[in-house]
C-alpha cells in the first residue's frame, strides 16, 4: 500500500510569511505526528493528532500549529515565519499511536527561509 | 520520558558486523525500544522493536539484556548502503517520541 505523502517537497518563504504543509498518512493509520529537524537541533516532535484532536505536543511556539481531518489526513501551518524555522519538516503515521505500533516517515517537506 | 545515549560516530568495513549499543537507565516497566534509520535528506525508517532478550528481523537483531538499561543494535555483514544515522527510541503510548542525537555510521569499502 502506499506510503506516508507529504507536499510540497520543496518550499521557499521569506520571513514574516506563513505556510501550510500537508500530510496523508498510509490508509487506515489515525495516528499523525509532525517533526522538525534541522543540522543544530536534530529531530525535534512538534505534535501528535489523533482522531481530528491533538493528543501531543512538543516544546515549540503557538506560531506553529497543526490540525487533522476526519480521513486522517494533517496539516501543519507555520505563521511569521523567521530564519530558524527553516528545516526538513517530517510527518509520520501509525496506526494507533501506542508503544508497539511502528511509525511510518513520508519523505519530509525542505522549507527554506530567506 | 527515558533519555537515551548513543555514540556519536561509528566507523566499519563492508562485510563486518557492527554492532551500537544504546543506553536508556530510566526506562520504564512499559516502555520498548524501537531502532530507525536514517539517510541523508529521507525520513528515518523503522528497523527493529522489541521488550526484552533478543529480536531478530531480516536486517537486523537487537539485544536487550534483563535490566533493560541498554540495548545493542546488530547489524550482520554491513554493506555501503548501510551507512547512515542511527536512532535508538524508547517510547511509551500516546507519548511524544523523542528522538536522540543517533548515531552516525560510515562504512568503508
Known amino acids: 500500500k502506499a506510503g506516508v505523502t507529504q507536499t510540497p517537497r520543496y518550499l521557499i518563504k521569506t520571513r514574516g510569511q506563513q505556510v501550510t504543509l500537508s500530510c496523508s498518512p498510509i490508509?487506515?493509520?489515525?495516528?499523525v505526528s509532525w517533526y522538525q529537524q534541522t543540522p543544530g537541533q536534530g529531530l525535534q516532535f512538534l505534535f501528535e493528532?489523533?482522531?481530528?484532536?491533538?493528543?501531543n505536543k512538543g516544546n515549540f511556539p503557538g506560531r506553529f500549529s497543526g490540525r487533522q481531518f476526519s480521513n486522517s489526513r494533517s496539516e501543519m501551518n507555520v505563521s511569521t515565519l523567521e530564519l530558524g524555522d527553516s528545516a526538513l519538516y517530517l510527518c509520520?503515521?501509525?496506526?494507533?499511536?501506542?508503544?508497539?505500533?511502528?511509525?511510518?516517515f513520508g519523505p519530509g517537506t525542505r522549507l527554506t527561509v530567506l | 520520558l527515558a533519555k537515551t545515549t548513543q555514540p556519536i560516530s561509528m566507523d566499519s568495513y563492508e562485510g563486518q558486523e557492527v554492532n551500537i549499543t544504546c543506553s536508556h537507565n530510566n526506562i520504564a516497566t512499559n516502555d520498548y525500544i524501537t531502532w530507525y534509520q536514517q539517510f541523508p535528506s529521507q525520513g528515518p525508517r523503522f528497523i527493529i522493536q522489541?521488550?526484552?532478550t533478543k529480536v531478530t528481523n531480516e536486517v537486523a537483531s537487537l539485544f536487550i539484556p534483563a535490566d533493560r538499561k541498554s540495548s545493542t543494535l546488530s547489524l550482520p555483514r554491513v554493506s555501503l548502503s548501510d551507512t547512515a544515522v542511527y536512532y535508538c527510541l524508547v517510547a511509551r503510548p500516546a507519548s511524544k517520541i523523542i528522538f536522540g542525537s543517533g548515531t552516525r555510521l560510515s562504512i568503508r569499502p
Open positions: 509520520a503515521s501509525s496506526l494507533l499511536g501506542q508503544r508497539t505500533d511502528t511509525q511510518y
Open positions: 490508509s487506515g493509520h489515525r495516528s
Open positions: 522489541g521488550y526484552k
Open positions: 493528532y489523533f482522531s481530528e484532536t491533538q493528543r
